[in-house]
């Protein structure tokens, strides 16, 4: 109680210029607490409308279809809305989708290192005719041979070779043939780009061979979780702390007070409910 009154006491003495120093260095202190308040709900805030864009993006992703443009070679170009995930989303939301990619790939279970997933269905539909030649092997019986090659630009050809015999029967006076020997060769080249429209990201993709169609297409953007970034700046810890002001000294060994400037240095740790 005492020491209480000695202090209320020297409170009293101080002169008004040095209170006035006093209250100014708390209003500073207190308005740089609510800048940095102000500064962490604007983060929060943009975060929160970054996770709702993108929540809105993935349900519009989820209703969209395949749409068939065309380039000005006159080539299809199939064009269908990206999905947006964060790993831990994606893990959350559906973990049977992300395990496809990663057994199919042989990628690590945490998809550390994937920034997009990509997968297609395609459907050809084709027809040709084929040059043949026929030679005789006896009497009775000749082999025909099929062929049919085709380049249709670089990367994309289609080759076709085949053969079966043929032979006549005198007495059932019928033909009969060899089972068909089929062998196909057939190379496509794909080209694809994610294109930003209106806001939302769109997979493009085309093959100038003919007759191919996009049956399924299905495109994933794996993106940084930035909410995550918030989470661990909340998280308690220790820190080493440096601070200059003026305030008020007791000195236990002959409780005198006095009043200066004081320089503090040391280690703090804060709790996560008291990050601000």
Avoid at 3 to 25: E, N, R, V, Y
Avoid at 35 to 40: A, E, G, L, P, R
Avoid at 155 to 166: A, T, Y
Wanted: glycine share 6%; charged share 20%; aromatic share 8%.
């Amino acid at each position: 109680m005492v020491l209480i009154l000695k202090i209320w006491s020297f409170i009293k003495k101080i002169d008004t210029k040095t209170l006035a120093f006093i209250a100014g260095a708390l209003l500073v202190l207190f308005m740089m607490r609510q800048c940095n308040s102000i500064s962490t709900l604007k983060s929060e805030l943009g975060q929160q409308k970054e996770l709702t864009e993108q929540n809105f993006n993935n349900y519009l992703a989820a209703k969209d279809s395949i749409v068939y443009l065309q380039n000005e070679n006159g080539e299809q170009v199939a064009q269908i809305s990206s999905f947006q995930f964060d790993i831990n989303q994606l893990e959350k939301t559906n973990i049977d989708l992300q395990n496809k990619y990663v057994k199919t790939l042989g990628l690590s279970q945490d998809l550390k290192g994937v920034n997009m997933l990509l997968s297609a269905d395609i459907k050809i539909k084709d027809s040709l005719l084929a040059n043949t030649t026929v030679t005789s092997i006896d009497s009775l019986s000749g082999n025909i041979n099929f062929t049919k090659s085709e380049q249709f630009s670089a990367g994309n050809s289609r080759n076709v070779f085949g053969n079966l015999i043929v032979r006549y029967d005198p007495i059932l006076k019928s033909f009969s043939s060899s089972p068909t020997s089929l062998r196909i060769e057939q190379s496509a080249s794909l080209v694809a780009a994610i294109e930003r429209i209106d806001g939302r990201d769109r997979l493009k993709i085309s093959s100038p061979y003919p007759g191919l169609n996009f049956t399924s297409i299905e495109n994933i953007n794996i993106i940084e979780d930035r909410l995550n970034k918030s989470e661990i700046n909340k998280q308690s810890g220790f820190a080493l702390g440096f601070g200059v002001g003026y305030g008020i000294n007791l000195n236990p060994t002959n409780s005198q007070v006095t009043h200066g400037p004081t320089i503090n240095v040391g280690l703090y740790w804060s709790p996560k409910w008291l990050k601000f």
